[in-house]
């Protein structure tokens, strides 16, 4: 009996990464897309920095003209003076759920760990095809 060589181990385990690996990551970069695609994404407005008796904040007008006020403490807009504008993002469905700084895209992760995996899994794809001419 002799002893397997490190090409007879390589064409399963080839074999076992794309089987493991290529389906999971192209799976993760289809529902990236879908997530991408049709979830709501963020809108953007103009926000008017305010102060009246009831507190300092922010006031914008959303996509369907209706207006939304953010109160904010005096601290934190403690760079900006009254009517002074900046972007706000929002979400169209949940207009109280805002912030000033540009969302990042939905799924950043899974699109990353998609394509780890779909690398792997084509490189061990290729690799078990080359691997049976040596």
């Given at each position: 009996?002799?002893?397997?060589?490190?090409?007879?181990?390589?064409?399963?385990?080839?074999?076992?990464?794309?089987?493991?690996?290529?389906?999971?990551?192209l799976m993760l970069l289809a529902y990236t897309g879908i997530?991408?695609?049709?979830?709501?994404?963020?809108?953007v407005a103009e926000g008017v920095v305010y102060a009246d008796?009831?507190?300092?904040?922010?006031?914008?007008?959303?996509?369907?003209?209706?207006?939304?006020?953010?109160?904010?403490?005096?601290?934190?807009?403690?760079?900006?003076?009254?009517?002074?504008?900046?972007?706000?993002?929002?979400?169209?469905?949940?207009?109280?759920?805002?912030?000033?700084?540009?969302?990042?895209?939905?799924?950043?992760?899974?699109?990353?760990?998609?394509?780890?995996?779909?690398?792997?899994?084509?490189?061990?794809?290729?690799?078990?095809?080359?691997?049976?001419?040596?």
């Amino acid at each position: 009996m002799t002893m397997p060589t490190v090409l007879d181990m390589a064409g399963p385990i080839l074999e076992m990464m794309t089987w493991l690996c290529l389906p999971a990551g192209l799976m993760l970069l289809a529902y990236t897309g879908i997530l991408r695609r049709f979830v709501h994404p963020w809108s953007v407005a103009e926000g008017v920095v305010y102060a009246d008796p009831s507190g300092t904040g922010f006031r914008w007008f959303d996509d369907k003209y209706r207006v939304h006020h953010a109160p904010m403490s005096p601290f934190d807009i403690k760079d900006l003076a009254v009517g002074d504008t900046l972007p706000i993002y929002y979400h169209p469905k949940r207009p109280t759920q805002w912030q000033t700084a540009a969302p990042e895209p939905p799924g950043r992760t899974a699109v990353v760990l998609g394509r780890l995996l779909t690398g792997i899994g084509t490189a061990a794809l290729i690799g078990g095809s080359v691997l049976p001419m040596f």
